[in-house]
């Protein structure tokens, strides 16, 4: 088998996978439409058959698998997308496999690879994170012979994912002029990448990936696939320390960009996506969308393409989703304020410091050993970014001690 993925496999890919997988709406978003001032179109990959595109690389290469390949079975690991497809692919083709998936994984995605292989599949907890699960599975794989089915880094699994570049193309009408693809270990956007750059070459081809699992812009600026030192695993479904060998290159050749997005801006789009579009999107599928807006402005008499990856998102997650957001665009901000210890503090912080349409949404107040004084934790949203400056002004011009704590400060951890 070439380590060299090349656009043939992926119509091969394609034929495997036709009577299997769903050919996803590719649709016009208005909204995204008008910010960037030209139409955006959305490749649907949330209402694949196990809600994201991860399937199509997991099926085509584990339908590739010899007989005796078979017999002795596979192994994965994942955050919860790619063990779905594993899943998915074992109860389809009557093949017994394990899905190894850190803690992190949602609920959601750990009942849905369940119900997904049955008793086919058997689910295994290690580690906090992806690269942790990936090297627990790869001693599985060693220890028993199962064969890895590798989310990302096997020339199968990029076919299978880089189908998603065939289907928009046929769909679409006209050559793109941008696509923006989702990146954690790189298999989607390589895949797609290598059929683009073959069937339609002016084509700008954009990757997101998260600000804090930047995984493929570390690689590209080291010149090689790096582990990272830390690990944002929010964006759960890109949270990946170490790009792949085989995507890597593939990359580095053939994608114009890597943009790099915040973890609060994806929230801010996932929350934009339900709220103005009705999609349920996980926080992976957002970002894509959430790239497209540093396009802005775009002209162009020809279409941006966004994929939006995946749609398994565990509602437990949209309090914090929410938070993120109204972090990320300024509406919410926290502060350790220094209260006297006398009747009527808090009343006149209420009365002189807060102005209109301006909310405490959090308030802990914890008396200290010392009687003059208690520090409090206090949150406050305001009704319009712009509204900060005026409210700083107010709690420097006051008698309390007022520390501001910055989203990027150790402290935010515990508010978030």
């Known amino acids: 088998m070439s380590d060299r993925l090349t656009a043939a496999m992926i119509s091969q890919a394609a034929e495997r996978l036709r009577p299997v997988v769903r050919r996803t709406a590719l649709e016009p978003n208005e909204r995204l439409s008008g910010l960037l001032g ?97 090297s627990a599975a790869h001693t599985d794989s060693e220890h028993t012979g199962a064969i890895y089915v590798h989310p990302f880094d096997d020339v199968r699994t990029m076919a299978g994912q880089g189908t998603v570049g065939l289907e928009l193309l046929e769909q679409c009408g006209q050559a793109p002029h941008t696509v923006v693809v989702p990146v954690g270990g790189g298999g989607l956007i390589s895949g797609m990448a290598v059929w683009l750059r073959e069937h339609s070459p002016a084509t700008r081809i954009v990757g997101a990936e998260p600000a804090g699992a930047a995984g493929m812009r570390a690689a590209l600026d080291e010149g090689g696939p790096i582990a990272l030192p830390e690990l944002d695993t929010f964006v759960d479904g890109a949270a ?127 008396k200290k050993n010392n009687r003059d004084t208690g520090p409090a934790l206090v949150g406050i949203e305001l009704e319009q970014a712009g509204d900060l400056d005026s409210l700083l002004s ?8 007022v520390e501001r704590i910055p989203p990027g400060s150790p402290l935010f951890t515990f508010i978030l």
Do not use: W
């Open 38 to 134: 030209g139409q955006v179109l959305l490749k649907r990959e949330d209402a694949q058959v196990c809600r994201s595109y991860k399937v199509r690389g997991a099926f085509n290469l584990i339908a590739s698998l010899t007989q005796e390949e078979r017999r002795r079975g596979v192994v994965c690991a994942s955050a919860g997308n790619h063990g779905q497809g594993v899943a998915f692919a074992c109860a389809r083709l009557g093949i017994s496999g394990r899905v190894y998936v850190p803690s992190t994984t949602p609920r959601q995605k750990r009942e849905r690879i369940a119900a997904l292989g049955g008793d086919r599949v058997e689910i295994v907890v290690r580690g906090g994170t992806y690269d942790e699960a990936s």
């Open 240 to 366: 990946v320390g170490r790009v792949g060998s085989l995507t890597f290159p593939l990359v580095k050749e053939l994608v114009d960009e890597i943009v790099t997005v915040d973890e609060g801006a994806v929230c801010t789009e996932m929350l934009d996506l339900y709220q103005n579009d009705g999609i349920i999107a996980e926080p992976a599928g957002a970002l894509a969308g959430a790239a497209a807006r540093e396009l802005l402005p775009y002209a162009s008499g020809q279409p941006v393409v966004c994929v939006v990856s995946g749609g398994n998102n565990d509602v437990s997650r949209y309090n914090e989703v929410l938070e993120r957001s109204l972090v990320s665009i300024g509406l919410r901000h926290y502060f350790l304020v220094t209260f006297p210890q006398r009747p009527g503090a808090l009343r006149h912080f209420l009365d002189e410091v807060l102005g209109e349409g301006e909310d405490i949404i959090a308030f802990e107040y914890i």
């Open 394 to 401: 107010r709690l420097k011009a006051g008698p309390l001690t």
